[in-house]
Nanobody
C-alpha cells in the first residue's frame, strides 16, 4: 500500500558528500514523522536523523554538524544531506515514515535500504 524508495547512495571518499532521497508513494493520506536510520553488519539499526511533519528535527550525536535532514511534503520525500563523510559512516541507510493510508490506519514503513560506502 505504501512504498518508500531510497536513492543517492554509493561510494564516496572520506570528506566527501552524498545526498540521500526517499520518496513515498501509494495510498497516502498523511505522512507524519520521517527519518533515516543506518545499520552495519552485526549491529543494531540506529537512528541517524528524524523530522516531524511540521519540521522539528532530531539528530544522533554523530550526525550533528555534518548531516542535515529535510523534507518536501508536497512530493512526500525526505532527504539526508551528508557532508564530511567518514569511513565509520559506511552502512546501509534506511528510510522510515509514519504514514496514514487512505481509509486505513497509521503504520510504520521502511525502505529497502541503500548502501553508503566511505573509502579511499
Amino acid at each position: 500500500q505504501v512504498q518508500l524508495v531510497e536513492s543517492g547512495g554509493g561510494l564516496v571518499q572520506p570528506g566527501g558528500s552524498l545526498r540521500l532521497s526517499c520518496a513515498a508513494s501509494g495510498s497516502i493520506a498523511s505522512i507524519y514523522g520521517m527519518g533515516w536510520y543506518r545499520q552495519v553488519p552485526g549491529k543494531q539499526r540506529e537512528l541517524v536523523a528524524a523530522i516531524a511533519a511540521r519540521g522539528p528535527t532530531n539528530y544522533s550525536d554523530f550526525a550533528k554538524g555534518r548531516f542535515t535532514i529535510s523534507r518536501d511534503n508536497t512530493n512526500n520525500t525526505v532527504y539526508l544531506q551528508m557532508n564530511n563523510l567518514k569511513p565509520e559512516d559506511t552502512a546501509v541507510y534506511y528510510c522510515n515514515a509514519d504514514v496514514a493510508i487512505t481509509s486505513g490506519p497509521t503504520d510504520d514503513y521502511w525502505g529497502q535500504g541503500i548502501q553508503v560506502t566511505v573509502s579511499s
